[in-house]
């Protein structure tokens, strides 16, 4: 990763860490302004392509009334151990990656946003899961995490405790980190055809 510096990127901004922390303080600022303008919708598609395997379809994403259209596919498996051909990250890998993702993306921005460059960011997230609780085999079993662990090495030209301040604002504000510590209700439709 290259090391980030501010550079002037027109006559009226400048990039830190690959971030624009003008544009970034504006969004905050509209949304501060207008809390409408700070409502997201967020829609995957996954479609199932045989055996372990699943792509799925990124179309897009609604910020305020404005729809922002995206295109993207990922697609998962599972190791040969749990039935899979291996050839793709599985979902928990995929889940791991994105709550790490959405930290990282937080950190930056914090950072950023006062003026801390960063040389280097790495989160890496562990947990177990007991495998008797996907099938079935004990009630008394969970079918995912008991916990979490995640580590986090950072460094920049920010002081220990400027970057302690940005972890505990992290904590509170990474949408991913929360969906992860709190229950999330899941609401379903079963439509069989």
């Known amino acids: 990763m290259t090391t980030a510096t501010i550079t002037p ?3 009226q901004t400048t990039e830190l860490n690959g971030i624009n922390p003008k544009a970034v303080q504006a969004l905050i600022d509209t949304v501060a302004a207008d809390p409408k303008e ?3 919708h967020w829609d995957v598609t996954t479609r199932w392509q045989g055996g372990c395997i699943t792509e799925t379809e990124v179309a897009g994403f609604k910020i305020g009334d404005k729809q922002v259209d995206r ?3 990922f697609t998962v498996d599972e190791p040969h151990e749990i039935g899979g051909t291996n050839t793709h990250a599985n979902p928990q890998e995929y889940l791991l990656g994105a709550v790490n993702a959405c930290m990282a993306v937080t950190y930056v921005a914090l ?3 006062q003026g801390i460059a960063i ?3 790495e989160i890496q997230t562990q947990g177990d899961i007991d495998l008797r609780g996907l099938f079935a085999l004990d009630d008394q079993v969970k079918p995912g995490y008991d916990q979490l662990h995640y580590s986090v090495k ?3 030209d920010g002081t220990p405790q400027q ?3 940005i972890h505990e604002t992290v904590k509170k504000t990474s949408p991913n980190y929360f969906n992860l510590a709190q229950a999330v209700r899941l609401n379903a439709d079963l439509v069989v055809e």
């Open 9 to 11: 990127t027109d006559g």
């Open 154 to 156: 950072i460094k920049g």
């Open 111 to 113: 950072a950023s946003l």
């Open 71 to 73: 295109s993207f596919k």
């Open 38 to 40: 700070g409502q997201t």
């Open 163 to 165: 970057f302690q301040e």
């Open 119 to 121: 040389e280097s960011l």
